[in-house]
């Protein structure tokens, strides 16, 4: 009556079970590996977490590459750097990540991320001068942006650095002006000045390296006076206008007395009466826009300059703070070092 294939129909609830126990015990068999393989996968992970971790020991290379990696390929990129910002200031990793370091900043900076992002992760990576002077220009001008927005102190180095000196030394003097926006004026630089004693071509200007040591060794000046000088001397090796244009800001922002042909030709004998003194002088009169023979101290006007633009910045509001004196526009560009 029925046809073949519906004569297996199950008409009670034992025949239902019975049919059904085959199945069971498949689905069991399934279920039991399954579970067996993850609480072993687990084991194993917490085997391998426990030995990375004892006594505080874990395998910087392996955590760095699988984070390089995920980097690579997420397509949310600021979101990612700060979760990788809080792992690597848990586990000590600051600044030990070269990847990250060399792109997280321009991340941050094609994706306009905020201040708060910028802050973080200069935080964590734990920037040294030299990384940062070398970002490119625009990345440059945003992170001090941000980084004074924030309070977050970019230039907290030991006592013998300053990195308005160090652009100047690197020849990077389009950051010098991007610095002298969020920093009153130049520290001595220790770092700097032992540089410039060893790598200037003194011989471009005529002079030999003792004639070039000997007004300090002989206590004819300070270090830091000829530290100035040695800076011009550097600029003019290098013939190069940038660096004429950087030195003139910087002498705009010191209170200093400008470097003159008299102190020039006491320290430098060799030098006078030559064409080398000639450009000299003559650059030194670039710089200074004035012609300075002799000894003179600076201009009352100047030193108005220097004390309104320091305590601008020790208050984090020189970028900002000269526009809000509501002063005319030929006092601000004086106060912005402009002329």
């Given at each position: 009556?029925?046809?073949?294939?519906?004569?297996?129909?199950?008409?009670?609830?034992?025949?239902?079970?019975?049919?059904?126990?085959?199945?069971?015990?498949?689905?069991?068999?399934?279920?039991?590996?399954?579970?067996?393989?993850?609480?072993?996968?687990?084991?194993?992970?917490?085997?391998?977490?426990?030995?990375?971790?004892?006594?505080?020991?874990?395998?910087?290379?392996?955590?760095?590459?699988?984070?390089?990696?995920?980097?690579?390929?997420?397509?949310?990129?600021?979101?990612?750097?700060?979760?990788?910002?809080?792992?690597?200031?848990?586990?000590?990793?600051?600044?030990?990540?070269?990847?990250?370091?060399?792109?997280?900043?321009?991340?941050?900076?094609?994706?306009?991320?905020?201040?708060?992002?910028?802050?973080?992760?200069?935080?964590?990576?734990?920037?040294?001068?030299?990384?940062?002077?070398?970002?490119?220009?625009?990345?440059?001008?945003?992170?001090?942006?941000?980084?004074?927005?924030?309070?977050?102190?970019?230039?907290?180095?030991?006592?013998?650095?300053?990195?308005?000196?160090?652009?100047?030394?690197?020849?990077?003097?389009?950051?010098?002006?991007?610095?002298?926006?969020?920093?009153?004026?130049?520290?001595?630089?220790?770092?700097?000045?032992?540089?410039?004693?060893?790598?200037?071509?003194?011989?471009?200007?005529?002079?030999?390296?003792?004639?070039?040591?000997?007004?300090?060794?002989?206590?004819?000046?300070?270090?830091?006076?000829?530290?100035?000088?040695l800076q011009i001397f550097d600029v003019i090796c290098a013939e190069s206008s940038d660096g004429l244009k950087a030195l003139q800001m910087l002498w705009r922002s010191m209170p200093h007395p400008f470097v003159n042909l008299d102190e020039l030709t006491f320290l430098f004998p060799a030098?006078?009466?030559?064409?080398?003194?000639?450009?000299?002088?003559?650059?030194?009169?670039?710089?200074?826009?004035?012609?300075?023979?002799?000894?003179?101290?600076?201009?009352?006007?100047?030193?108005?300059?220097?004390?309104?633009?320091?305590?601008?910045?020790?208050?984090?509001?020189?970028?900002?703070?000269?526009?809000?004196?509501?002063?005319?526009?030929?006092?601000?560009?004086?106060?912005?070092?402009?002329?």
């Amino acid at each position: 009556m029925f046809p073949v294939g519906e004569r297996r129909f199950i008409c009670s609830e034992k025949n239902c079970k019975k049919n059904l126990l085959g199945f069971r015990k498949l689905f069991n068999d399934v279920y039991s590996d399954e579970l067996n393989r993850v609480r072993t996968q687990q084991n194993r992970s917490y085997q391998i977490n426990v030995r990375s971790t004892q006594n505080g020991k874990y395998c910087p290379s392996c955590l760095n590459r699988r984070i390089t990696n995920a980097f690579k390929k997420t397509n949310r990129s600021e979101k990612f750097l700060r979760q990788a910002c809080k792992v690597m200031k848990l586990y000590k990793l600051a600044g030990k990540n070269k990847f990250i370091r060399q792109r997280g900043l321009d991340v941050l900076y094609l994706q306009r991320a905020g201040s708060t992002a910028v802050r973080d992760f200069l935080f964590a990576m734990d920037f040294e001068e030299g990384h940062l002077l070398s970002l490119f220009t625009d990345v440059f001008k945003y992170v001090l942006y941000h980084a004074n927005l924030t309070g977050f102190n970019l230039w907290s180095p030991p006592p013998g650095l300053d990195p308005i000196n160090s652009s100047v030394r690197c020849h990077m003097f389009e950051k010098t002006a991007t610095l002298l926006l969020y920093n009153d004026a130049p520290r001595f630089c220790e770092t700097s000045y032992e540089h410039m004693k060893l790598n200037i071509n003194c011989r471009r200007l005529g002079l030999s390296e003792d004639a070039l040591r000997i007004p300090v060794d002989n206590g004819l000046t300070t270090r830091e006076r000829h530290f100035l000088i040695l800076q011009i001397f550097d600029v003019i090796c290098a013939e190069s206008s940038d660096g004429l244009k950087a030195l003139q800001m910087l002498w705009r922002s010191m209170p200093h007395p400008f470097v003159n042909l008299d102190e020039l030709t006491f320290l430098f004998p060799a030098l006078k009466d030559t064409p080398h003194m000639e450009q000299i002088h003559s650059c030194v009169k670039y710089i200074t826009g004035e012609e300075t023979l002799v000894y003179e101290p600076r201009k009352l006007k100047h030193y108005c300059r220097t004390t309104i633009r320091k305590g601008l910045s020790e208050t984090r509001k020189l970028s900002t703070g000269i526009s809000e004196l509501r002063l005319p526009p030929s006092l601000q560009s004086f106060l912005r070092l402009e002329n």
